[in-house]
């Protein structure tokens, strides 16, 4: 157990809706990044936040938004889905040597 | 940018056979390399990191991997693999500072054997 928890585990959307999906940390971790992994893929970074600030942002188009709250939870918006939105999406808290990341569980989001 | 190359996507082998699974990265500056493993339907896991020092590292579970900044490798290798080592394997590098994001490399899937 890596102490941080994503909801849901799993979601059927269809394109053009939007999507939120939700990730905390147990240990209070100040820094989250975001990473989405299509089937066979490794992850790929979609971006990061510190302190409630978004804190380097991978290539992704600005669809892909997010939150960080005061308590360390953070949120993944996506608008206007599309089809090859389909993947895992897997939240990481970074650990206190900053170079540690755990992972959650993730979310598989299917877009119809 | 950096990128990394996992060239091998499916790895079979027989319980007790010897593993070593490649990873090379690209980037031209000093880096941490990690190698992650996915087993079925769990989390991400951290199998072991290099930072500096002493480019040998031992991880979890009797892994170890090489790192040669000549070659741009860090290469992972068990002795012995057994069943439970059955899980998709993940090489993945970072700079340090910045924004910590890790860019990692496609995967391979180990399926051991008894």
């Known amino acids: 157990e890596t102490g941080v928890t994503q909801s849901p585990t799993h979601l059927i959307k269809t394109r053009g809706q939007q999507v939120t999906l939700r990730c905390s940390s147990q240990s209070g971790h100040n820094t989250v990044s975001w990473y989405q992994q299509a089937l066979g893929q490794g992850p790929q970074f979609i971006f990061q936040?510190?302190?409630?600030?978004?804190?380097g942002r991978g290539n992704f188009p600005p669809r892909f938004s997010g939150l960080q709250f005061p308590n360390y939870s953070s949120e993944l918006n996506v608008n206007a889905l599309e089809l090859d939105d389909s993947a895992l999406y897997l939240c990481a808290a970074i650990g206190t040597s900053l170079n540690e990341q755990f992972f959650g569980p993730g979310t598989r989001l299917t877009v119809l | 940018a950096q990128s990394v190359s996992q060239h091998n996507h499916h790895v079979i082998l027989s319980e007790a056979a010897s593993l070593e699974l490649g990873c090379n990265y690209s980037?031209?500056?000093?880096?941490?390399l990690f190698w992650y493993v996915q087993y079925p339907g769990q989390h991400l896991q951290l199998l072991l990191k290099?930072?500096?020092?002493?480019?040998l590292v031992k991880g979890i579970k009797g892994f170890e991997a090489e790192f040669i900044k000549s070659k741009f490798s860090f290469n992972l290798r068990k002795p012995s693999v057994q069943w439970s080592d059955t899980a998709e394997y993940f090489c993945a590098v970072n700079a340090p500072g910045g924004a910590n994001n890790l860019f990692f490399g496609t995967g391979t899937r180990l399926t051991v054997i008894p």
């Open positions: 290099y930072f500096s020092g002493d480019p």
């Open positions: 980037y031209g500056g000093t880096v941490n």
């Open positions: 936040y510190y302190r409630e600030e978004e804190n």
